[in-house]
């Protein structure tokens, strides 16, 4: 009896995987972004409370999307582990649940922003696979399953084809992966462009803005190491060639911005550091790129936001929205830009192309839209924006910060070691930078030239060190004369606050 019910949750998995993979291979033909796995997780994300996101994020850092998507993975297998055995034991049970689960797949899909018709399709189609082949699979259970270990024809046979099922599942679900005809597309175009010649330069990185220290995070962070924290479950692949903005809402003159006005535009090239509002005290959700596009104020200039406007609810082609200060996007001061290039190549996928939103002062939660589609001029009375929705702060100002990152060992005996870390204020800029040693009183470190106001600054502190066990702490101040807080406080709703603190025995 127990094999026989182990046989029928394989047949409850088997006959899952089918029907996903067939529906991954419909999706990629007719509904791009309407994957069953993903729309469902993308739902998940959406109804997760704060406290369960930041939870994610803190375990598994820039790996939360990868961890929530095997989640769904094992919860789905015993979801179909159970409706097998259901099935078999009490039919139709098993049709039931699989039939639930595919109504859930049909609202995820066609719930979220920008869903049409076909997209309810991909998920029916699940359903009616699984259903299939779980009833085929079911009539080929052996009748009985013979003592432990004995050679039994009938369970070899049903093994073959569960295996087989099963196979024919993973190879759709790999097929449709590789017909996303929107992903050859996009990249097709990103790798042809060429990054046009800035109009306006940014100023070379100043000689002495890197200490060079083993450990120590370089002034700008290649691409490859830039932190990715966004909504999307699979990155937006985005023709460049079909993109376009519109600037909407309350303004005199709605507008319409393609890829190829866009970069015919002058363009300004800036070095921003950007930052994640759910960056923990002494996080690593933060790095610093020079970035190439058009300032967005130039655009709103020509829409002409009407009086009384004061938020800017800039949209993704994901459906993620973001509410900026309008003022900040008109400040003549600011480097706020439609980004196209980071770090001297265009945006990489997974950091917006073809055009992202970046924004110095603000967490990107308020700011860094990716895959931006559209600007909608409105206020703050009038709209939320999807984190502010959920109970984080309207208006995300970055606050001062400091970070240690390494305490280096001399090289020769009577040396000292040495601590080093950053710190930013974006769009104000770090005056000093102060340690402590256990309880001893402050000392200021030495600060490296600072590329503009809107990056991070590396520092460093000589430190003749004793034998022992030791707590560093940092604090950082910024040109206005405000020092960093040491008041302890999470990243809800507005950034965490505190003094980065880390222990070492020498």
């Known amino acids: 009896m127990m094999q026989r019910r182990m046989l029928a949750a394989a047949a409850g998995v088997a006959s899952v995987a089918l029907g996903l993979g067939v529906a991954e291979l419909v999706a990629a033909l007719v509904a791009p972004a309407a994957s069953p796995l993903l729309v469902v997780g993308s739902l998940i994300i959406d109804l997760a409370p704060s406290w369960a996101k930041e939870t994610a994020i803190a375990l598994f850092g820039t790996g939360d999307k990868v961890a929530l998507l095997v989640l769904i993975g094992v919860v789905l297998a015993a979801l179909a582990a159970g409706a097998g055995i259901l099935e078999e034991r009490r039919p139709p049970l098993g049709r039931i649940v699989i039939g639930l689960g595919a109504i859930l797949g049909v609202l995820a899909a066609v719930t979220r922003s920008g869903a049409a018709v076909l997209d309810a399709v991909p998920p029916t189609i699940a359903a009616i696979g699984a259903v299939v082949a779980l009833g085929l699979l079911l009539r080929r259970l052996p009748e009985k399953s013979g003592r432990p270990g004995a050679d039994n024809p009938d369970r070899r046979t049903f093994l073959v084809w569960a295996g087989g099922v099963t196979a024919t599942g993973i190879v759709t679900a790999i097929a449709g992966t590789a017909l996303q005809a929107g992903a050859r597309a996009s990249q097709a175009v990103r790798e042809a462009f060429v990054l046009p010649d800035p109009a306006t330069p940014a100023p070379p990185v100043p000689a002495g803005a890197d200490f060079r220290i083993e450990g120590l995070a370089p002034v700008i962070t290649p691409n490859a190491d830039f932190y990715r924290i966004d909504t999307a479950l699979r990155i937006p692949q985005i023709d460049a060639n079909s993109w376009s903005v519109r600037v909407t809402g309350e303004v005199e003159n709605e507008i319409e911005l393609t890829w190829a006005e866009l970069i015919a535009l002058p363009l300004d090239e800036s070095v921003t550091t950007l930052m994640c509002v759910s960056n923990e005290v002494g996080g690593s959700l933060i790095g610093t790129a020079r970035w190439l596009g058009s300032p967005i104020r130039d655009l709103l200039t020509r829409a002409t936001p009407k009086p009384g406007a ?147 600054v590396q520092w460093r502190m000589p430190w003749h060190a004793t034998r022992g066990s030791h707590t560093i702490r940092a604090r950082a101040t910024n040109t206005a004369g405000e020092t960093q807080t040491s008041h302890e406080a999470d990243v809800l709703p507005d950034g965490a606050t505190g003094y980065p603190s880390i222990e070492v025995t020498i």
Do not use: C
Not at 347 to 368: D, K, N, Q
Not at 380 to 409: C, L, M, N, Q
């Open 310 to 456: 004061d938020m800017v609810l800039s949209k993704s082609q994901d459906g993620f929205t973001a509410g900026t200060p309008l003022s900040v996007l008109q400040d003549p001061d600011r480097n706020a830009i439609f980004a196209i290039g980071m770090n001297g190549e265009p945006l990489p996928p997974e950091h917006g192309f073809p055009v992202r939103m970046v924004v110095p002062g603000l967490y990107g939660y308020v700011s860094a839209t990716k895959w931006v589609v559209e600007l909608e001029v409105t206020r703050f009375s009038r709209a939320r924006a999807y984190w502010t929705d959920r109970g984080w702060g309207e208006k995300g100002p970055i606050k001062v910060e400091s970070r240690i990152d390494v305490v280096k060992s001399p090289t020769n005996p009577g040396d000292p070691h040495i601590i080093a870390g950053v710190a930013w204020h974006q769009h104000t800029g770090i005056a000093k930078v102060e340690v402590q040693i256990d309880d001893e009183p402050w000392v200021e470190a030495e600060l490296a030239d600072a590329v503009s106001i809107d990056t991070w």
